[in-house]
């Protein structure tokens, strides 16, 4: 049985709406994209295994939400300054993008 | 500054794609919704705060993020089995629902 979380622990997590600005591939990982985000009040660039799903021209410019103050990992030798949240389909063969069905403004908390 | 997140923290919780089938007013709030939601495995009743931001028409039928591991809250005298993510502006004025850019199977994990 999956264990439950207390509101409290939710509250610490730090999920923002942000803007893919640019897509790149890492120069080390075959799979694996940079995405230069835009979070409103600030730019970030992330690691992303979007590689197989998704085109640099499908990403640029669609709204995602990022959790922002996951630790920072070093991924291939570039650091991931967040995580871009996607649904994975229970077989792992779709990997489809999260994002606000309305655009919203860049920075907007989800919670 | 914000405290960051171990990976093994984020990876206890569970977010999965869900479906709205049904929106009703919650009996004894005026700014609540009860939401049916089906998990593709499972249903469940959600208590939500979106009335104010939408109408049970533009709600059914769209696919939405459930946190389904919170700890479960009473909410005006009903039991809420998760909590479903929406961006909210910094002013507070705009709630934007959260959902896979296209159509995934229900269930699927948030990740």
Same sequence: chains 1, 2.
């Avoid at 389909?89 to 989800?110: A, C, H, Q, W």
Wanted: hydrophobic fraction near 35%; glycine fraction near 6%.
């Amino acid at each position: 049985m999956t264990e439950t979380i207390p509101f409290k622990e939710w509250q610490k997590l730090n999920l923002r709406i942000g803007k893919i600005l640019d897509v790149k591939d890492h120069p080390n990982a075959e799979k694996l994209y940079l995405l230069d985000v835009d979070l409103g009040t600030e730019k970030r660039t992330l690691v992303a295994g979007l590689k197989q799903y998704y085109k640099p021209e499908e990403l640029k410019g669609k709204q995602c939400v990022i959790f922002t103050n996951l630790e920072p990992a070093t991924i291939r030798g570039i650091k991931s300054e967040g995580m871009i949240l996607a649904a994975v389909s229970k077989d792992k063969s779709k990997v489809i993008l999260i994002s606000p069905e309305k655009e919203v403004d860049l920075g907007s908390k989800v919670e």
